[in-house]
């Protein structure tokens, strides 16, 4: 009987993922193979290596670092509106940037007043299909910090100083649909950070297991 009641415990223990926000290091998710996905990440699994907070003035996100076998390492977070649509980042080098816009006009994101429009020139390889034909800022240097932390378990400092995390100004682009976009991050040491961001419905993930 007792061995019986064992088993009974340990189906009991095992954890069960139901949503991407459930999401904890080393689960592990399979993504669609539907051609609106860049060719890199149809029917691809990667784990979540690290999780991370961005904490702004009237929301905190939770960020998943994923690591794929293609060596990709993706950046996912939930955006929450009418709808919850998957959030994937890619940082990409400056080798990139300067392929798909003129940098003329990209340096525009940054002069206050003033909406950027961006036309894009050339893909590159790492580039291609998380790209649209054109973008039209509009976040211009909203104050975020970043944390080493998943908010979810950890509290936040809510002091400057020790351990209140990295600031940053964040500079957002969308294309006409809000389906591609793109983030800009700048520091305080002033290293820049560029993302293509690409928004998919949640069935995009159509598996999800728990890490070992």
Do not use: C
């Amino acid at each position: 009987m007792s061995f019986f009641k064992n088993i009974f415990k340990k189906s009991e223990t095992i954890r069960q993922l139901t949503s991407p926000h459930d999401l904890k290091i080393n689960d592990i998710i399979v993504l669609t193979d539907s051609f609106a996905l860049p060719e890199s990440l149809r029917k691809q699994e990667f784990q979540v290596t690290a999780i991370n907070s961005y904490e702004y003035e009237r929301s905190t996100q939770v960020e998943w670092v994923l690591t794929g076998n293609n060596d990709i390492e993706l950046y996912l977070a939930l955006e929450v509106d009418d709808k919850t649509h998957l959030k994937f980042s890619l940082k990409v080098e400056q080798q990139d940037v300067e392929s798909l816009f003129d940098l003329d006009d990209f340096s525009v994101i940054f002069d206050e007043g003033d909406n950027a429009f961006l036309d894009k020139k050339v893909d590159t390889q790492t580039t291609s299909g998380w790209t649209s034909e054109q973008y039209q800022q509009s976040v211009f240097a909203q104050v975020g910090y970043f944390h080493r932390k998943d908010h979810r378990t950890e509290k936040l400092s809510a002091y400057e100083g020790k351990d209140s995390g990295e600031q940053l100004e964040l500079y957002a682009l969308f294309d006409q649909d809000q389906s591609r976009g793109i983030d800009v991050e700048v520091w305080q040491d002033g290293d820049t950070d560029v993302f293509l961001t690409l928004y998919r419905p949640l069935s995009d993930i159509v598996d999800m297991f728990p890490g070992s």
